[in-house]
């Protein structure tokens, strides 16, 4: 009996519990929420929301991601452009300096061949040098009539003949050399006299002749005429002798004069 009082205890919760809804509809002072309420609406839209979000972020990373990759294929298609570029500009620089060099020894090479057409070419007859002289005028002497002339005194007597003569840088003739005694050349003496001293003549069978106003012995007499390499002689052998000095006991050449005794 007990037991049977406890069945319908709990099956009569049980309608209570299943009844409820319908009574709660039924009541004026009930709310019933739904279950599609503004608050499952705003859920939905937080999550639409947090998903478009999330596609949105997707999708930019995304067009990041191509837009980098572009950049980056672009700089080295640049980088390689740039490269093939400059491989060109080496290219055409090495072949214009190739073609530069060639220019340049075939330049040498016509310059030589003309010089050596130049030089092997002949040179037609009768073309003048420069400075050339044509004629002997009537003042101007040659040096082979001049040298070995007789030298004459004002009474036409022979006192030497012309050795050499003396020449100043701008080729005037400054004067000649007369050589003076000695027989053949040879034991004579040779003195020089400026070219003003001396007047040129010819004798009777045309020949030149120097006239000198003086003697044989005059110009025998006179000093030595010493040229260039005699003069550097001289010095070298100077320079060469010992110094003997003559000291307080030594022999002077020099000669003491002694005043007479009354």
Do not use: C, H, Y
């Not at 055409?92 to 050596?116: C, G, H, K, P, R």
């Not at 040098?129 to 005028?137: D, H, K, L």
Request: glycine share 8%.
């Amino acid at each position: 009996m007990f037991a049977q009082k406890k069945i319908w205890l709990a099956t009569a919760s049980a309608l209570v519990l299943l009844s409820a809804p319908v009574m709660a509809q039924n009541s004026a002072n009930v709310t019933v929420v739904k279950p599609d309420g503004p608050a499952e609406q705003a859920g939905e839209q937080v999550d639409n929301a947090a998903a478009a979000t999330a596609n949105a972020a997707e999708n930019a990373a995304d067009a990041t991601a191509d837009a980098a990759g572009d950049a980056a294929d672009a700089t080295a298609d640049a980088a390689q452009d740039a490269a093939n570029a400059a491989d060109n500009a080496a290219d055409s620089a090495m072949e214009a300096a190739d073609s530069a060099a060639e220019s340049a020894d075939q330049a040498v090479d016509n310059a030589e061949a003309t010089v050596e057409s130049a030089d092997e070419a002949e040179v037609a007859e009768g073309t003048p040098v420069e400075g050339q002289i044509f004629e002997q005028s009537p003042d101007t002497f040659l040096a082979s009539t001049l040298l070995d002339a007789d030298v004459v005194n004002s009474a036409d007597e022979k006192i030497g003949d012309v050795r050499d003569m003396v020449l100043t840088a701008d080729g005037t003739v400054e004067g000649v050399v007369i050589g003076v005694g000695g027989f053949l050349g040879i034991g004579e003496k040779e003195v020089a006299i400026e070219l003003s001293a001396l007047s040129i003549s010819e004798d009777e069978n045309g020949d030149l002749n120097f006239m000198l106003n003086a003697t044989e012995e005059e110009l025998k007499a006179a000093p030595e005429f010493r040229d260039a390499d005699e003069m550097e002689n001289d010095r070298e052998a100077t320079a060469a002798a010992p110094a003997t000095g003559t000291g307080g006991m030594g022999t002077g050449a020099g000669t003491t004069t002694t005043a007479p005794s009354n």
